[in-house]
């Protein structure tokens, strides 16, 4: 057996207000007057984050729209129009939630990269370090920030540019930049953590190293979702580091059910990573029982809303079609099932869970 030798983010800084380090933090990666392009959610258009951004020089603030996951398409033609329009870059800043931070991961390695980023879905395509690269996220959940994928919707597929190359060289994990999410939003992005942690306890690829952060960041959901009855400051520090601790968790093991169907969900349907997850979570009790009933209390307790009945009036071809992405995803079956999920999940059990979403 080998044992994955896992590249971690260069630097990281934490704290309430730490945003405003940032000046500070890009100053010894500017190269000449190269500019650093800030990628930023569309939320904040208009907001005053925007007047806290360092910019300098030729520096350039592109709102990304969230409203769809990213693809490689938009990686590619934003690649293409900095490359073309400033020659060379000196790095690409990413704050937003994890679709801007999977966005600007990608693009900084598609600046350097030949190709199209579609080339490089897989693991361990990428050939050249991409430009400097920093994640601010404004969201807590996802473990983008951490991961070294970022996921993209391609002509073909759904799936990430896994690398030694993709972790960010920097995170500024400033929780103050989360106080306005939704708490719809904040409940779906939150649960990924959520069940990222329940996937990586229960799976078959578990280790000292995954249990150790999955359990920490498991506790920090269940403050945040189980025990308080109203979000404060706090809530939103430890939604912060459970995601981080999430994130660190299934580097060393990897997910499991509940992404292997959401998959689908999001390839045919569109549906996005955090709500899919939920959708198909309230489902599992047969595979993760205890935290199927947790998850179903903090659903009722918050007051969410998970959309029933998605799958309602689908053709037996686009059935198909979800089947074929989830099964497709093998790792997260053997972590989740075993060796021998083959036997135990079967198209048939499969098809039968997507008719009850
Ligand atoms: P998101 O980035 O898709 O954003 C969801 C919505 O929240 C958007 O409308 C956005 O405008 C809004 N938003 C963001 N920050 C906000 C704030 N502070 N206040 C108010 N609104 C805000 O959501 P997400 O759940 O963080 O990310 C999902 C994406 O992350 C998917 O594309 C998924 O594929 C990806 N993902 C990547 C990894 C990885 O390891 N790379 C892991 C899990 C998920
Ligand atoms: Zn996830």
Known sequence: MAFR???MVSYVVYGRGSFNQLDEILAPQRKGDAPMVFLVDHFFEGKPLIARIPVRGKDKVIFADTTYEPK??????LAKSLKEEFGSISGVIGIGGGSTLDLA???ALMITNPGSSADYQGWDLV????????GIPTLSGTGAEVSRTT?????????GMNSDFTPFDQIVLDPELTKDAPANQRFYTGMDCYIHCIESLEGTFLNEFSKSYGEKALQLCQKVFV????WDEESDDQLMMASYAGGM???????????AVSYGLSYLLGTKHGIGNCIVMYHLEDYYPAGVREFKYMVEKNKIEIPQGICKGLTEDQFETMINVSIGMK????????RDWEKIMTREKLRALYNKL
């Open 127 to 134: 050939q050249e370090a991409g430009v400097y690269k920093a």
């Open 151 to 159: 996921v993209l919707t391609g002509p073909t597929r759904k799936l």
């Open 5 to 7: 030798n896992f590249k």
């Open 331 to 338: 790792p997260l079956w053997e972590n989740a099932l075993g």
């Open 227 to 230: 025990e308080k009855t109203e």
């Open 105 to 107: 991961k990608a693009v």
């Open 249 to 259: 968790s299934i580097a060393y093991s990897q997910v499991g059910v509940a992404h």
């Open 72 to 77: 490689t398409t938009q990686v590619d033609a």
